[in-house]
């Protein structure tokens, strides 16, 4: 039974495309992220809700925009995809936001893999 | 500008024998690190933990070893196995008001040999 679910987990789409990825966690978490690893291996967050709400704002383009329409989901839409979009998309969720002083232990999905033509 | 560094992209070991995985960090408002392990096509998984208040932390085979003044910590797999081969990723957080925004390493890839 997994936890952190995403799909799909490859996708590949052309250059101007909008598409999206979406996660779901059934560990009863209350914070969920997206993590984004790029061809050099860099894992780095994009984004953090809590509850529905955004916590956590990376420089992220405007095209990416995330959605949390209950604390169990986070979908992340890109629009106008753009060759530097490829990359693997993580999604992970934890209990509590870190925030109050004690980080949380990550569980991450399995990514999904994104290439952009 | 990266925070954190693991210098070693992959790192070789016989079945048995310690496995050192190293990892700095330049950031020194960082005081929760971590120590994630990825095999391929699944998501990072957590390994092992340390606060900045303690040098060590053990869990079964698995230490992680802290210096401060130096920004340096370590994993220490002891003895290595097979199944240990993986990607380690060392991360680090910032307690007070950092949330759980974890900043990776890039990676250090061990095979275990038999």
């Known amino acids: 039974d997994t936890a952190v679910s995403q799909t799909p987990k490859y996708l590949v789409t052309q250059m101007g495309n909008d598409k999206s990825i979406k996660c779901e966690q059934n560990l009863g978490h209350d914070t969920m992220y997206w993590y984004k690893q790029d061809s050099k291996k860099f894992l780095k967050i994009m984004f953090s809700y809590n509850n529905k709400e955004l916590i956590i704002n990376e420089t992220v383009p405007n095209r990416f925009s995330p959605k949390s329409p209950d604390k169990a989901h986070l979908n992340l839409h890109i629009n106008s995809l753009e060759l530097g979009d490829s990359a693997v998309y993580f999604c992970a969720s934890s209990l509590g936001t870190g925030l109050a002083g004690v980080t949380g232990e990550l569980f991450f999905g399995e990514g999904s893999r994104l290439t952009v033509l | 500008d990266q925070q954190v560094k693991q210098n070693s992209p992959s790192l070789s070991v016989q079945e048995g024998r310690i496995s050192i995985l190293n990892c700095d960090y330049t950031?020194?408002?960082?005081?929760?690190f971590l120590w994630y392990k990825k095999y391929p096509a699944e998501g990072p998984t957590f390994l092992i933990s340390i606060s900045s208040i303690k040098d060590k932390n053990e869990d079964g085979r698995f230490t992680v070893f802290l210096n401060k003044s130096a920004k340096h910590l370590s994993l220490h797999i002891v003895p290595s196995q097979p199944g240990d081969s993986a990607v380690y990723f060392c991360?680090?957080?910032?307690?007070?008001?950092?949330?759980?925004?974890?900043?990776f390493g890039t990676g250090t890839q061990l095979k275990v040999e038999l």
């Open positions: 991360a680090a957080s910032r307690r007070t008001g950092g949330g759980n925004k974890l900043t």
């Open positions: 950031n020194s408002m960082f005081d929760y």
